[in-house]
């Protein structure tokens, strides 16, 4: 059965707020939103060494601007009848160079699920830590690259550049018969750099799936958006158009999870 967060990883985290409403905070010298879907946020010079050692794992990079989240789904189907109540969750990892934004989401499977589990925390507390066990039968890392172009007060403007995904296999009876994820960035076009708009919506999506995928083996997809547009998703307050979805077939069973994310 899927395993509860209990003792393996200690995660302090100084900015907790999960509402229905959207707020505003800072972190460090940067603003940024936290939506009801973000429940714990940090950025990577507050992490423990023992959190950036397991991210590292992965063959994700933390520095000390790396921005690292855990973020509850849009949407979950296919669960088994083992699911509890708990809230499922996958971890953002965040780097930036330049324009160019590399969002990591680490999530890992259970034979009832996909995603860390978490039950009775206190949502509404500012600053808390909290233990994971890492440990799972599998472990997915999707990845999501765009450039963010924004001009001023249009804070949200998007290219997506491309998806990718790979997993760890932790336990030999684990079965992965499919995988795919795929990265949408969903709103209005308007010109870059002119930021004049074209009166249109576009849903950009880009999947990367494969049938038996080999563990630790990189697959990907390179699908650029037009350099000469963005894609504006709204103001925030919440809402986000860019998701990244799992699509996970492990003996016969099918988990799917969605995750909208936002990055300013």
Known sequence: ????????????????????????????????VVSENILLSMEGSEASELVKSQIEETGVIVNESTKIELIA??????????????????????????????????????????????????????????????????????????????????LSCYQPIGAYFTYQKNNSEADIRRIEVTYTCEGAEYTYPGY?????????????????????????????????RVIFTGAGGGYSRQYLSFDVYDSGTRYFQSFPFYYR
């Not at 003792?7 to 460090?28: D, H, N, Q, R, W």
């Not at 949407?75 to 699911?83: I, K, Y």
């Not at 699920?113 to 472990?139: C, H, K, N």
């Open 1 to 32: 059965m899927k395993k509860v967060i209990s003792m393996f990883m200690a995660i302090t985290l100084i900015l907790s707020f999960c509402s229905i409403f959207a707020s505003a905070e800072k972190v460090g010298n940067e603003d940024f």
């Open 73 to 154: 789904p849009s949407r979950t189907e296919a669960r088994t009848a083992e699911n509890s109540n708990g809230i499922d969750s996958a971890l953002f990892v965040t780097n930036v160079v330049g324009n160019t934004v590399t969002t990591d989401v680490i999530i890992p499977g259970y034979e009832d699920g996909l995603g860390f589990q978490i039950e009775d925390v206190p949502m509404t507390r500012a600053g808390y830590s909290i233990d994971y066990d890492w440990y799972a039968d599998f472990t997915v890392r999707g990845t999501a690259v765009f450039n963010y172009l924004p001009e001023g007060s249009m």
């Open 196 to 228: 004049e708009s074209l009166d249109s919506t576009v849903a950009w999506a880009i999947p990367v799936s494969e049938f038996r995928p080999s563990p630790n083996v990189m697959y990907s997809l390179n699908s650029p958006y037009y350099t000469d």
